[in-house]
């Protein structure tokens, strides 16, 4: 909602904020819906049903190769014997990293398990289509901002009933949520999520897919900088499967086979 919101005023103040259409403003809602919406809320929802964070990022971490599986199929894109072995090697990598860590036998919820995947879903859907329309649809582009914000708006009105009905808008406005809400909206929607796009635009939706592996061991890292959290051999491996698997995926020695639109 504060994205939305923020994405309001700014467009407001630069005089670009307008009504693109019924077929453009839903095509971009729905992307929004699948890959904000329901990524995000499918995360959040199991890490508060306690499905373990290793399981959810050992879930999540199966989108590259699902991308990597329908890319032919929905854009025309191969994903090549390189790409392929890239893709594996990165999920071996976060196998490596997170799986010494997670202890299946606490969670015993199988419907838990199913919560991540629905994340996995979203987001896979969402960049198919993405980057199909960005090769094939030849009417306008929107700007990032704008899609942003087409995207931010579906998003907050799903999250908007849940927030009404189950939390009652009710919020604790203590400083680490003020510097989570910051934090979020910059650094993850705003930056991360919209560098995305720029990628999808430009890139193969394998390759850019790819890049969600190196997720579980940066936060690794960054836990390792800022909370002082102890890194184990094991994490050191799986990082560097996770980067040569990453620089393989970003082979391809032949040109994209793109089908015919």
């Given at each position: 909602?504060?994205?939305?919101?923020?994405?309001v005023i700014f467009l407001v103040i630069k005089n670009r904020l307008r009504?693109?259409?019924?077929?453009?403003?839903?095509?971009?809602?729905?992307?929004?819906?699948?890959?904000?919406?329901?990524?995000?809320?499918?995360?959040?929802?199991?890490?508060?049903?306690?499905?373990?964070?290793?399981?959810?990022?050992?879930?999540?971490?199966?989108?590259?190769?699902?991308?990597?599986?329908?890319?032919?199929?929905?854009?025309?894109?191969?994903?090549?014997?390189?790409?392929?072995?890239?893709?594996?090697?990165?999920?071996?990598?976060?196998?490596?990293?997170?799986?010494?860590?997670?202890?299946?036998?606490?969670?015993?919820?199988?419907?838990?398990?199913?919560?991540?995947?629905?994340?996995?879903?979203?987001?896979?859907?969402?960049?198919?289509?993405?980057?199909?329309?960005?090769?094939?649809?030849?009417?306008?582009?929107?700007?990032?901002?704008?899609?942003?914000?087409?995207?931010?708006?579906?998003?907050?009105?799903?999250?908007?009933?849940?927030?009404?009905?189950?939390?009652?808008?009710?919020?604790?406005?203590?400083?680490?949520?003020?510097?989570?809400?910051?934090?979020?909206?910059?650094?993850?929607?705003?930056?991360?999520?919209?560098?995305?796009?720029?990628?999808?635009?430009?890139?193969?939706?394998?390759?850019?897919?790819?890049?969600?592996?190196?997720?579980?061991?940066?936060?690794?890292?960054?836990?390792?900088?800022?909370?002082?959290?102890?890194?184990?051999?094991?994490?050191?491996?799986?990082?560097?499967?996770?980067?040569?698997?990453?620089?393989?995926?970003?082979?391809?020695?032949?040109?994209?086979?793109?089908?015919?639109?």
């Amino acid at each position: 909602m504060a994205l939305t919101l923020l994405l309001v005023i700014f467009l407001v103040i630069k005089n670009r904020l307008r009504w693109v259409g019924w077929r453009v403003a839903f095509f971009n809602m729905l992307i929004g819906l699948l890959a904000h919406g329901v990524w995000l809320t499918c995360v959040l929802f199991a890490l508060d049903n306690n499905v373990p964070a290793g399981i959810i990022a050992l879930v999540v971490a199966l989108q590259p190769m699902a991308t990597g599986a329908l890319a032919g199929l929905v854009t025309g894109e191969r994903t090549n014997i390189f790409q392929w072995i890239g893709l594996i090697l990165g999920f071996s990598g976060i196998l490596v990293t997170v799986g010494f860590r997670i202890d299946f036998g606490s969670y015993q919820s199988v419907f838990g398990y199913l919560i991540p995947l629905l994340s996995v879903a979203g987001i896979t859907i969402a960049s198919l289509i993405q980057r199909r329309a960005d090769i094939y649809d030849k009417g306008e582009k929107l700007p990032l901002d704008l899609t942003l914000f087409y995207q931010s708006l579906a998003t907050t009105v799903v999250v908007f009933f849940p927030a009404v009905f189950v939390e009652n808008l009710y919020t604790e406005w203590e400083p680490v949520f003020i510097y989570t809400m910051i934090w979020l909206i910059l650094a993850v929607s705003l930056g991360a999520y919209g560098l995305m796009w720029l990628l999808i635009e430009r890139l193969e939706t394998t390759k850019v897919a790819s890049l969600f592996y190196l997720g579980p061991p940066v936060t690794m890292l960054m836990a390792w900088l800022a909370f002082g959290d102890t890194i184990k051999w094991m994490d050191i491996t799986g990082l560097a499967i996770v980067l040569v698997g990453v620089i393989f995926t970003q082979f391809n020695n032949s040109k994209t086979k793109i089908a015919n639109s």
